[in-house]
């Protein structure tokens, strides 16, 4: 499957997007999807997950009750909402697919990847 991020941009703190990641190739619903962001000088982090039927999503702390992760299998595509955004939310955001069906943050779990989107949030 190949995955293209895409809604990344400059925003004020405090301010919202909505990241997307279109999936092409394979169906996305037999995919855990997930977001993972590379902060400047900082290792590729997890953010959130959903799993196929988006019945379970899972959230780093820092971003838990800000952004919402979902999912539109018949349009193939997975959304990352941010919103109150901050500073240090400032990264570049790719999106992931896992083929498994066990949920984990461990990005060597994830067999494809998007490009990457930049996110940056003005103080």
């Known amino acids: 499957v190949q995955l293209q991020a895409s809604g990344g941009g400059l925003v004020q703190a405090g301010g919202s997007l909505t990241l997307s990641c279109a999936a092409s190739g394979r169906s996305l619903g037999r995919y855990i999807m997930a977001w993972f962001r590379r902060a400047p000088g900082k290792e590729r982090a997890f953010v959130a997950s959903?799993?196929?039927?988006?019945?379970?999503?899972d959230y780093t702390d820092s971003v838990k009750g800000r952004f919402t992760i979902s999912r539109d299998n018949a349009k193939n595509t997975v959304y990352l909402r941010m919103n109150s955004l901050k500073p240090e939310d400032t990264a570049v955001y790719y999106c992931a697919a896992d083929s498994s069906f066990t949920r984990h943050t461990a990005e060597s779990e994830f067999d494809y990847w998007g490009q990457g989107t930049q996110v940056t949030v003005s103080s």
């Open positions: 959903i799993t196929q039927t988006g019945r379970n999503s």
